[in-house]
């Protein structure tokens, strides 16, 4: 019996690789020769395309390979938000696609999954993406980005480490390859910190061009709507203070910015400070700074930086978790974890609710993928530690469970493009068509707890069943074919037995939901909150 096929074959492909490069430094113009001199037909490649930082130069050069001598490849991507990414696939080089989020890209592959030019091996959440390294999807080729290395290898992430780490050990620890693109090459006396080891790495490029970075989670305060706003404010009187939330995460739409920005202002009016929203789990919102500056915060554990942000977390070192150069650590999946048992409550938004409260961000058109998500969203089952909020949601009727997360999911009840809730998603048809062995749902209804529309909040979590949960739901969607199925005697039922909360029985005016009630209305009122210490992304800057 031979024990190391995988590593003679490891060893076979680092001889031909060691013929275009210095050690472990490969010249620019030579990465083309090297992806072929060390990738083999049918492999699993991780190309690193985490939410913003991308291993962009890399992606380039993956995409022009000869597909004569690559090809069959099984890619595995976090985050598919590339033109390369997908190019691979219409040139012949990849086959198969597991990936998690396909924001920008989710378009494209809807169609190229219906033209039949790639196939899904699944669509992950993060956390299962990491785990499947190490079990199934283990790749024989690694290809990352970081901002600086020494001519050993050893890396610097920096403020946007992400899940750089995690991808790295999988193929480092048997007998893959990795591979970074970094922006500099430096003496290793002026690494500012090593993130990654060098024992881990393989071959270090110079790209081009630094990796990109956009401003994923930056939200302009001028767009958020009056609609935002009340939902906002009845998210956290009738959610966070009625079940004394403590420990939390944000989607990255404006409906959780506008909760954000009225922490200072309406919850402060409520007496709430430290009672509420005071550990996060979190990427550097600029809209939490007004809430940080005002006592609000204690901690946030990020998934990534966010363009802007460097220098006021750097600042912040007692709210955010900093490096000894000073800067943001960063980390995709302890935060993940964190999220998944660490945390009370997640909220988020979708684009579809069918009549169960199951939702999916995959319609007609669209396959955008889950990201962390369902992690974050679900009941946690392994998770043993108490707090009030968790408490709250315990079923009862002599059931030994203690309690459960809180998962919050906002929509306002119909939009241009119809009502929000829908007899069944479109996910369900689209999983058939695809071949998939189930439908591609982000959230299952029995896993949300509250809804919430503009109209008011649902208490899902005492909804006995799936009916419940519909009757709930359509309390709060009145005039929507599922609002038309209360009749307003069953809605005067449901709000004085408390399951159902409109404005009104929380005390809340909808005329003060508007952008007066906001801590600051653009991002230069947070910059200037900040100090200074905040830069508007240039994007965002005004013209």
Excluded at 297 to 322: C, L, N
């Amino acid at each position: 019996m031979q024990w190391d096929k995988e590593r003679q074959s490891k060893q076979e492909r680092m001889a031909a690789g060691a013929a275009f490069a210095d050690g472990k430094v490969v010249a620019t113009e030579k990465i083309i020769p090297l992806l072929e001199g060390v990738i083999r037909p049918y492999d699993r490649v991780v190309l690193e395309g985490c939410n913003q930082k991308q291993a962009s130069f890399l992606a380039h050069a993956l995409a022009s390979v000869d597909p004569g001598r690559i090809h069959h490849l099984n890619m595995i991507m976090p985050s598919v938000s590339r033109d390369d990414h997908l190019d691979l696939f219409e040139k012949g080089i990849a086959e198969e696609l597991n990936f998690a989020f396909a924001g920008t890209q989710s378009l494209r592959i809807s169609k190229m999954l219906a033209e039949h030019k790639l196939r899904i091996g699944a669509i992950h959440t993060y956390l299962e993406m990491y785990g499947r390294l190490y079990v199934d999807l283990t790749p024989n080729v690694c290809l990352l980005a970081a901002d600086k290395a020494d001519r050993n290898g050893n890396l610097y992430t920096g403020y946007n480490t992400e899940e750089t780490p995690m991808l790295a050990e999988a193929a480092a620890f048997k007998n893959g390859i990795v591979i970074v693109q970094v922006n500099e090459i430096v003496d290793s006396k002026d690494l500012p910190r090593v993130d990654i080891p060098g024992d881990w790495i393989d071959f270090i490029v110079p790209a081009d061009e630094p990796y990109p970075m956009v401003p994923l989670f930056t939200r302009d305060p001028q767009k958020i709507q009056d609609a935002h706003i009340l939902m906002g404010m009845m998210v956290i009187k009738g959610i966070y203070a009625k079940h004394h939330v403590q420990t939390l995460n944000h989607g990255i739409g404006y409906n959780g910015c506008a909760i954000e920005l009225l922490l200072p202002t309406y919850g402060n009016e409520l007496g709430l400070k430290g009672k509420i929203a005071t550990n996060w789990v979190l990427n550097p919102h600029p809209t939490l700074i007004p809430a940080i500056e005002d006592g609000w915060v204690k901690q946030i554990v990020a998934f990534g930086g966010e363009v802007g942000m460097e220098r006021y977390t750097a600042a912040r070192p007692d709210i955010f978790f900093t490096g000894k150069d000073g800067s943001l650590r960063s980390n995709r999946t302890a935060a993940q974890i964190a999220g998944l048992y660490g945390m009370d409550l997640f909220l988020g938004g979708t684009l579809q609710m069918d009549y169960a409260g199951n939702s999916s961000t995959v319609t007609n058109g669209r396959l955008s993928g889950y990201g962390g998500a369902p992690n974050m969203g679900n009941m946690s089952g392994g998770r043993r530690h108490t707090t009030q909020a968790w408490k709250d949601m315990a079923p009862g009727n002599g059931s030994l469970i203690s309690g459960r997360k809180l998962v919050v999911q906002m929509v306002k009840s119909a939009s241009k493009f119809g009502p929000a809730f829908v007899p069944e998603l479109d996910a369900v048809q689209i999983g058939k068509d695809a071949g998939m062995d189930s439908a591609p749902v982000m959230m299952y209804g029995e896993d949300v707890t509250h809804v919430v529309t503009e109209q008011g909040i649902a208490y899902l979590y005492t909804a006995r069943n799936a009916e419940e949960r519909g009757k709930l739901m359509g309390a709060i969607a009145q005039g929507t074919p599922l609002g038309d199925t209360v009749s307003p005697a069953e809605l005067a039922q449901l709000r004085k037995e408390g399951r159902v909360a409109l404005p009104e029985d929380l005390d809340i005016d909808p005329a003060r939901a508007n952008k007066d009630l906001l801590a600051a209305k653009t991002l230069e009122e947070i910059s200037e909150i900040s100090g200074g210490l905040y830069e508007v992304p240039e994007s965002f800057r005004a013209k």
